[in-house]
């Protein structure tokens, strides 16, 4: 059977040429458009190889042997990434299972020496793929990276890295919004991880299940002075060798799980059979959700999936629902001191050891989930006996994990329609028990489906709404079996049904309990704040009345003498600033204060540079050392304050000191001047 029609190179590489050597290898090729060829030549180079791919966009590369394009698996994937989307086919087979290629051929009617040259090697390269011979070598998975972070890392710094951080964080919080967003509107699959920071993220990760040329369609890489977006496929671990031409294998039955997941940045993994035993551990950091699906499906399907912690994570639940798996949660998260007992005493008598915390709190919510269905495993174990019937189990279990009595759950797995003879042509009536037998067994088949195909298909959806609307119909032929079928039912799917009400009622209840005690906390702070502010307001304008008495003057605090700090003070006429740090600026910080429509009285500091005083001075501002009115300084409720009849003494004092000071710089100025005049007149003479 041919391939559907596509443009397929073959490749072969030229001999004494390695993909290992330090020069580059030189290769064989030929491209075909269905039987037209398109391209062939005998000698090119790795270079122009890239070129020629880039060029034809063939669909499949078609070689005898991948490792001739590379050397190694990280080679192999860097070269697919510098072109188009391309399948890479070996035809010589699967590593485990590669024949000459001469032999492949002749298999197929095509007659080859033993030794064939690299043209004829690149043409029946391409020949056997046309006709579905062949194994894809699946490099990457059909799922993209996206990562945002920060574009340089936080080191210890001042006020501008604090800024900095700040800034990163909510950066990456808004565009991880953003591509939220768009990966929404286009409907696509994902999964998102996120480091939480002080003021938004640190850092956002999302698993985005589609290939990586559909994402660049609507979102690009990028790279800014605050933040990186980085967009790349995801590579396997391991090479997959997939057939051309797929055979399908024979079913095995799956095996019923209870699966234990913690997820997070590193997830963990328990998964338990329905007898409670341990079939495996595990625990890797940015599992995707496919990848977790994949390894959980190895050892069969999940009926019940579990988590430690209330509500009831994203992640989990999208896991649950791809098995159309039952969800347990407890009513409240579980403790870590719980998590620990519970996995000791059960591990106690086990191979099995526990490598860290994720695997422990995946254990301890899958063990919690087998413990809350094992007293009516054990009843199923009973009944069964007591009935003495051949039944599976595990298939009773599940039924009754899902809601079925343990009566029904029996009776739908053991049910076989009697072998009648065929009525004669000329009855078209059916007996009531032949009407009971259909019914029964339009269920058995219904509930058969449900279970291999996890009801997660909507054509089952529909036939199940169609038997519904049949058996509603049906209730009036059999009216008179209904009370027989009622007091054969058992009273456990009640009972049960009751305690899931109640369970759920209780989880809402101690929600909202949480809830109220979050608010009554935050209206305690509140109301905390509150008198705070009442007492420093009242302190402050008892203060204010004494600074309008001239009793004290108020002063103005300033943290540091730095621009960015400056920018947030409001300054009124006749101010007095006290500044704990005045070391930080010069002459033009100095600027930044001297104002003509608020100037300022006087500034107290100890540590002032030399541009900065002399700014001051000649603006006729006074500086006044700190420990000069250290003693006299007095504080309530952060509000500092001085008596104003001792200020003002500082003040004069200070006044006058800049004053004669100034007026020796004055004089000292106006003697140079004579003296260079007397000077220069004297020259003029000589």
Request: aromatic letters at 6%.
């Given at each position: 059977?041919?391939?559907?029609?596509?443009?397929?190179?073959?490749?072969?590489?030229?001999?004494?040429?390695?993909?290992?050597?330090?020069?580059?290898?030189?290769?064989?090729?030929?491209?075909?458009?269905?039987?037209?060829?398109?391209?062939?030549?005998?000698?090119?180079?790795?270079?122009?190889?890239?070129?020629?791919?880039?060029?034809?966009?063939?669909?499949?590369?078609?070689?005898?042997?991948?490792?001739?394009?590379?050397?190694?698996?990280?080679?192999?994937?860097?070269?697919?990434?510098?072109?188009?989307?391309?399948?890479?086919?070996?035809?010589?087979?699967?590593?485990?299972?590669?024949?000459?290629?001469?032999?492949?051929?002749?298999?197929?009617?095509?007659?080859?020496?033993?030794?064939?040259?690299?043209?004829?090697?690149?043409?029946?390269?391409?020949?056997?793929?046309?006709?579905?011979?062949?194994?894809?070598?699946?490099?990457?998975?059909?799922?993209?990276?996206?990562?945002?972070?920060?574009?340089?890392?936080?080191?210890?710094?001042?006020?501008?890295?604090?800024?900095?951080?700040?800034?990163?964080?909510?950066?990456?919080?808004?565009?991880?919004?953003?591509?939220?967003?768009?990966?929404?509107?286009?409907?696509?699959?994902?999964?998102?991880?996120v480091r939480k920071a002080d003021y938004g993220l640190d850092r956002s990760v999302f698993t985005v299940y589609a290939e990586i040329n559909?994402?660049?369609?609507?979102?690009?890489?990028?790279?800014?002075?605050?933040?990186?977006?980085?967009?790349?496929?995801?590579?396997?671990?391991?090479?997959?060798?997939?057939?051309?031409?797929?055979?399908?294998?024979?079913?095995?039955?799956?095996?019923?799980?209870?699966?234990?997941?913690?997820?997070?940045?590193?997830?963990?993994?328990?998964?338990?059979?329905?007898?409670?035993?341990?079939?495996?551990?595990?625990?890797?950091?940015?599992?995707?959700?496919?990848?977790?699906?994949?390894?959980?499906?190895?050892?069969?399907?999940?009926?019940?999936?579990?988590?430690?912690?209330?509500?009831?994570?994203?992640?989990?639940?999208?896991?649950?629902?791809?098995?159309?798996?039952?969800?347990?949660?407890?009513?409240?998260?579980?403790?870590?001191?719980?998590?620990?007992?519970?996995?000791?005493?059960?591990?106690?008598?086990?191979?099995?050891?526990?490598?860290?915390?994720?695997?422990?709190?995946?254990?301890?919510?899958?063990?919690?989930?087998?413990?809350?269905?094992?007293?009516?495993?054990?009843?199923?174990?009973?009944?069964?006996?007591?009935?003495?019937?051949?039944?599976?189990?595990?298939?009773?279990?599940?039924?009754?994990?899902?809601?079925?009595?343990?009566?029904?759950?029996?009776?739908?797995?053991?049910?076989?329609?009697?072998?009648?003879?065929?009525?004669?042509?000329?009855?078209?009536?059916?007996?009531?028990?032949?009407?009971?037998?259909?019914?029964?067994?339009?269920?058995?088949?219904?509930?058969?489906?449900?279970?291999?195909?996890?009801?997660?298909?909507?054509?089952?959806?529909?036939?199940?709404?169609?038997?519904?609307?049949?058996?509603?119909?049906?209730?009036?032929?059999?009216?008179?079996?209904?009370?027989?079928?009622?007091?054969?039912?058992?009273?456990?799917?009640?009972?049960?049904?009751?305690?899931?009400?109640?369970?759920?009622?209780?989880?809402e209840i101690n929600q909202l309990r949480s809830v109220i005690s979050e608010l009554r906390e935050k209206i305690t702070f509140l109301e905390?704040?509150?008198?705070?502010?009442?007492?420093?307001?009242?302190?402050?304008?008892?203060?204010?009345?004494?600074?309008?008495?001239?009793?004290?003057?108020?002063?103005?605090?300033?943290?540091?003498?730095?621009?960015?700090?400056?920018?947030?003070?409001?300054?009124?006429?006749?101010?007095?600033?006290?500044?704990?740090?005045?070391?930080?600026?010069?002459?033009?910080?100095?600027?930044?204060?001297?104002?003509?429509?608020?100037?300022?009285?006087?500034?107290?500091?100890?540590?002032?540079?030399?541009?900065?005083?002399?700014?001051?001075?000649?603006?006729?501002?006074?500086?006044?050392?700190?420990?000069?009115?250290?003693?006299?300084?007095?504080?309530?409720?952060?509000?500092?304050?001085?008596?104003?009849?001792?200020?003002?003494?500082?003040?004069?004092?200070?006044?006058?000191?800049?004053?004669?000071?100034?007026?020796q710089e004055t004089e000292s100025w106006l003697q140079n001047l004579i003296s260079n005049y007397r000077k220069r007149k004297a020259d003029?003479?000589?």
């Amino acid at each position: 059977m041919r391939m559907p029609s596509k443009i397929i190179m073959g490749l072969d590489i030229l001999p004494m040429s390695s993909s290992s050597s330090k020069q580059k290898p030189k290769y064989a090729a030929m491209i075909f458009d269905e039987d037209k060829i398109v391209l062939k030549n005998e000698e090119i180079s790795f270079r122009k190889l890239i070129k020629i791919l880039n060029k034809y966009k063939p669909n499949i590369l078609a070689i005898d042997n991948i490792w001739e394009l590379a050397p190694n698996q990280e080679a192999l994937q860097n070269f697919l990434k510098k072109l188009p989307p391309i399948r890479l086919v070996q035809v010589t087979g699967s590593p485990t299972q590669m024949q000459p290629i001469h032999i492949i051929a002749k298999r197929v009617g095509i007659h080859l020496t033993s030794h064939p040259t690299p043209i004829q090697t690149a043409e029946i390269c391409a020949r056997l793929v046309q006709i579905g011979i062949g194994y894809e070598a699946a490099l990457f998975e059909k799922e993209t990276q996206i990562r945002i972070s920060r574009t340089r890392t936080i080191g210890p710094g001042g006020w501008s890295q604090n800024r900095y951080r700040r800034h990163s964080h909510a950066a990456i919080l808004q565009s991880t919004r953003e591509i939220q967003t768009q990966l929404d509107e286009q409907g696509i699959e994902y999964d998102l991880s996120v480091r939480k920071a002080d003021y938004g993220l640190d850092r956002s990760v999302f698993t985005v299940y589609a290939e990586i040329n559909e994402v660049l369609s609507f979102i690009k890489p990028y790279t800014g002075s605050t933040i990186q977006v980085k967009i790349t496929p995801i590579k396997k671990k391991e090479i997959e060798f997939i057939p051309l031409t797929a055979k399908e294998d024979e079913t095995v039955p799956l095996k019923s799980l209870i699966v234990g997941i913690d997820p997070g940045t590193t997830t963990g993994i328990a998964i338990l059979d329905l007898n409670g035993k341990i079939l495996a551990l595990r625990s890797g950091k940015e599992i995707s959700r496919r990848d977790l699906i994949k390894y959980i499906a190895k050892f069969g399907t999940s009926v019940v999936i579990a988590t430690d912690v209330t509500p009831l994570p994203k992640y989990v639940e999208k896991i649950a629902n791809t098995f159309n798996a039952l969800i347990f949660r407890p009513r409240k998260s579980m403790k870590v001191s719980e998590k620990q007992e519970l996995v000791n005493e059960y591990l106690s008598h086990s191979k099995w050891k526990v490598s860290d915390a994720h695997i422990r709190d995946a254990l301890a919510c899958a063990i919690k989930a087998y413990f809350s269905y094992r007293q009516i495993f054990e009843k199923i174990h009973k009944k069964i006996q007591e009935m003495n019937v051949e039944v599976s189990i595990e298939k009773v279990k599940v039924l009754v994990m899902r809601g079925y009595s343990i009566y029904d759950a029996i009776s739908i797995l053991t049910f076989k329609p009697d072998e009648e003879e065929e009525p004669p042509p000329e009855i078209t009536e059916k007996s009531d028990d032949e009407t009971i037998k259909e019914l029964h067994n339009k269920i058995y088949i219904l509930i058969d489906k449900n279970i291999q195909l996890k009801r997660a298909l909507e054509e089952l959806k529909l036939k199940n709404k169609e038997l519904e609307k049949e058996l509603n119909q049906s209730k009036t032929q059999i009216s008179e079996l209904q009370d027989k079928l009622e007091h054969v039912r058992s009273k456990t799917f009640y009972r049960l049904r009751g305690e899931r009400l109640i369970r759920a009622q209780n989880t809402e209840i101690n929600q909202l309990r949480s809830v109220i005690s979050e608010l009554r906390e935050k209206i305690t702070f509140l109301e905390n704040e509150i008198a705070k502010y009442k007492s420093r307001s009242a302190i402050l304008d008892e203060l204010k009345q004494e600074q309008l008495a001239n009793k004290i003057i108020i002063l103005k605090v300033i943290e540091n003498f730095s621009k960015d700090c400056l920018k947030n003070i409001e300054l009124s006429p006749n101010d007095v600033l006290y500044m704990l740090n005045g070391s930080g600026g010069g002459g033009s910080t100095a600027e930044q204060l001297i104002s003509e429509e608020s100037p300022i009285r006087a500034i107290i500091t100890n540590t002032l540079s030399h541009e900065a005083y002399e700014e001051f001075r000649n603006a006729g501002i006074t500086i006044i050392p700190t420990e000069e009115v250290q003693a006299d300084l007095k504080i309530k409720e952060g509000i500092l304050y001085i008596s104003r009849q001792k200020f003002e003494e500082k003040l004069r004092i200070y006044k006058q000191r800049q004053h004669e000071l100034s007026r020796q710089e004055t004089e000292s100025w106006l003697q140079n001047l004579i003296s260079n005049y007397r000077k220069r007149k004297a020259d003029e003479n000589f």
